[in-house]
């Protein structure tokens, strides 16, 4: 069964520290990894989007690996600011056969950045 | 040139009664994804539309659920006889073909039944 696993489930962090968030994945056969950042009350937001071949890609302060070989990915947020304070998700793309173009989305990673 | 738009944006039913949840895509927008999403939960697939086709129905959780899009544009997701589990925000995304293209979400619809 395809699944996403992120940790930790939550996350609190003081203004300005740096933080690392962790998705493992079974998807199979892969296609991409995405994070997404979603508000209270908003539909999600796209970070990144990594294929096979891509070992790392930046979003401004957002920085995201993948090892595809251990299925895992990390998001690294730095210098955070109030307003990354949201859930990020993690989310798997399976490609070929029925489950082209399905996403499989991970619980979310509940950050809060405090003053 | 908006982006995804979902209506009605809050809908409260009795147990037991129809609703139907619309989406409007981005226009050129090839395919369209439909995710529930209750409270406090990861979201959750529930079906795929490539064009007017529904590749992949495998998340729709039981034969209440059923859904269509026409004219390669609007989706709607019907549910019928609804049950107090059935409550969650149904946020619906666009995106110019599956896989690697970016899904661009809309405000999602928030159901509630009593």
Known sequence: ?115 | GAGVSQSPSNKVTEKGKDVELRCDPISGHTALYWYRQRLGQGLEFLIYFQGNSAPDKSGLPSDRFSAERTGESVSTLTIQRTQQEDSAVYLCASSLGASIYEQYFGPGTRLTVT
């Open chain 1, 1 to 115: 069964k395809n699944q996403v696993e992120q940790s930790p489930q939550s996350l609190i962090i003081l203004e300005g520290k740096n933080c690392t968030l962790q998705c493992n994945y079974t998807v199979s056969p892969f296609s991409n990894l995405r994070w997404y950042k979603q508000d209270t009350g908003r539909g999600p937001v796209s970070l990144t989007i990594m294929t096979f071949s891509e070992n790392t890609k930046s979003n401004g302060r957002y920085t995201a690996t993948l090892d595809a070989d251990t299925k895992q990915s990390s998001l690294h947020i730095t210098a955070s600011q109030l307003s990354d304070s949201a859930s990020y998700i993690c989310v798997v793309s399976a490609s070929g056969g029925t489950s082209y173009g399905k996403l499989t989305f991970g619980q979310g990673t509940i950050l809060t950045v405090h003053p």
